[in-house]
């Protein structure tokens, strides 16, 4: 296996590239367009949670995954505690963790799909000293 491409390596980036994300969005002013357009900061925030959706949405199939390849070491017997612990306690413990991850993730998805349906309509800025109407923006074309 490619050791850029292991699933370790993979989530590491993840957590990094979420890491990134984080601190870029740390200022309202981070969603503003080029050369700092306020009217395209709707249309980027809804970009940008349509993407973190998606991530929530995938996340649970890894958990997933990764919770079958560990049930596969466990029935093959290649796994052994570093205490003397039980195995199958141990990996029992794991297992619920993860599947309560899962599930939380999926209700975190349910909530990030519910947060989605207004995001169509923050397409533009409003400008009050403007004519009270919504600024042209990629998201209103």
């Known amino acids: ?53 998606a991530l929530t949405d995938r996340l649970p199939h890894a958990l997933r995954n990764a919770s079958r390849a560990l049930q596969v070491l466990e029935e093959q017997q290649q ?11 141990q990996v029992s413990r794991v297992l619920r963790g993860l ?14 799909r519910e947060a989605g349906g207004p995001l169509a309509l923050l397409g533009g800025h409003y400008d009050p000293a403007g004519d009270d109407k919504l600024e042209d923006t990629p998201a209103t074309r």
């Open 1 to 53: 296996m490619d050791q850029d491409r292991t699933p370790q390596y993979l989530a590491r980036q993840a957590a990094d590239q979420v890491q990134a994300l984080t601190n870029a969005t740390s200022a309202a002013a981070a969603f503003h367009g080029e050369n700092d357009y306020v009217p395209a900061a709707p249309a980027n925030i809804a970009a940008t949670i349509t993407e973190l959706t």
């Open 79 to 89: 796994i052994r505690t570093a205490d003397g612990s039980d195995v199958g306690n």
């Open 99 to 112: 599947l309560d991850a899962q599930r939380s993730f999926l209700v975190g998805h349910a909530h990030m």
